[in-house]
């Protein structure tokens, strides 16, 4: 319907258009055409108008058509390219020339009086200061995310002004816990997933091995459910780091840009974002942070299923996957008994509860006694 319009608007354009053109080139026509005595050249007569409205309309007519998917294809690859380009770069950009044109209308005013020459450099100075201001600035956009993270807000939740980015890790995604984190609604904000990522994902989903493959593609299924089913938005970051060649790297690079917190079960990831001072949150340390509290003496059902590393011991895992260690537990392998627990070990691996058994304990109670 829009096309229609246009070529019907484009059709009315040329011929006004063709009017006037040959309004202007009617004393020319007059000298090159010789008209019989006693005739006059007038337009009435010969249709003159007419004929240029009507020559110039179909033209128009004629090419209205390819100009609009011309014009539809210059806009498609500028949307193709912008797309490429990080929301925050495109503001900084606009953020930057608004200032400098600013700045350079107000120095080049004077040069623009000096007589001759100023009216040559008044712009010339105007575009060098435009293009010394952007380059700064572009140079310089981690230390102005105070303003670009104004304008990558996510627009269908209205982007509050306390909103804070969680950006996703490869390893948090495929890991699966996130999900739910998610359920459980303490996690706030807006869930950040970068394109590097996801193409991460999609190699890992399209490998030959079969184990990498289904780690993957278990990653895309994750993504998946938190976008349809959580209740907690989420952004797709559709910008890159061309000269950064590792995802890691360009995950701190977001998180300094978007001045946002990285979600991740990456141990070496994470020690790195402590380096530079970007917050993480480790989902591993969250998974330790919550496991329930032991103390010495308390008492608790433990299933044996293994042999331990020392003589005699005995091998046990509570529901969360915390190691139970039991002295002397080696002969109740494949029988779930009472025991108590005599110390609680943290370690970077997690926590290890060593235990005795609970008639064991007894005993030895009743021989102190």
């Not at 005013?109 to 007589?115: D, T």
């Not at 009472?338 to 021989?367: C, H, N, W």
Request: proline share 4%; aromatic share 8%.
């Amino acid at each position: 319907m829009l096309n229609k319009v246009l070529r019907i608007i484009g059709t009315l354009v040329g011929f006004v258009v063709g009017i006037y053109v040959f309004i202007t080139l009617q004393p020319l026509v007059t000298m090159f055409i010789d008209l019989p005595a006693g005739m006059q050249f007038t337009p009435v007569t010969i249709g003159y108008y007419a004929f240029g409205g009507v020559l110039f309309g179909l033209i128009s007519y004629l090419i209205i058509p390819l100009v609009i998917s011309i014009f539809n294809r210059i806009v498609s690859w500028a949307d193709g390219k912008l797309k490429s380009v990080p929301t925050q770069d495109i503001a900084l950009v606009v953020f930057s020339l608004i200032i400098t044109l600013v700045i350079g209308l107000l120095l080049s005013y004077p040069i623009y009086r000096i007589p001759v020459v100023g009216v040559f450099i008044s712009p010339i100075l105007t575009l060098l200061l435009v293009f010394i201001g952007v380059r700064f600035v572009l140079n310089r956009k981690e230390e102005f995310t105070f303003l670009s993270t104004l304008f990558n807000r996510n627009v269908r939740n209205g982007g509050g002004e306390n909103e804070v980015f969680k950006i996703l890790d490869t390893s948090a995604i495929i890991d699966g816990r996130i999900v739910d984190i998610c359920k459980t609604g303490f996690i706030e904000g807006v869930l950040v997933v970068s394109g590097f990522v996801l193409e991460e994902l999609r190699h890992i989903a399209d490998s030959p091995d079969l184990l990498k493959r289904n780690r993957g593609r278990r990653g895309l299924d994750v993504l998946n459910k938190i976008q349809k089913e959580m209740d907690i938005p989420v952004q797709i970051y559709e910008g890159d780091f061309d000269d950064i060649p590792e995802v890691d790297s360009k995950l701190v690079k977001l998180a300094k840009t978007i001045n946002g917190k990285i979600v991740t079960n990456d141990f070496n990831l994470n020690k790195v974002c402590e380096l530079q001072g970007i917050a993480v949150l480790n989902i591993n340390e969250l998974a330790n942070a919550v496991k329930p509290v032991v103390l010495p003496g308390e008492e608790m059902v433990a299933q044996i299923i293994k042999d331990g590393k020392e003589a005699g011991q005995g091998v046990a895992y509570l529901d969360d996957g915390t190691m139970v260690v039991v002295e002397g537990g080696r002969r109740y392998i494949g029988e779930t008994i009472e025991v108590m627990v005599t110390s609680v070990l943290q370690t970077a691996a997690g926590r290890m509860i060593f235990a005795k058994p609970k008639q064991d304990a007894d005993k030895y109670s009743s021989g102190v006694k």
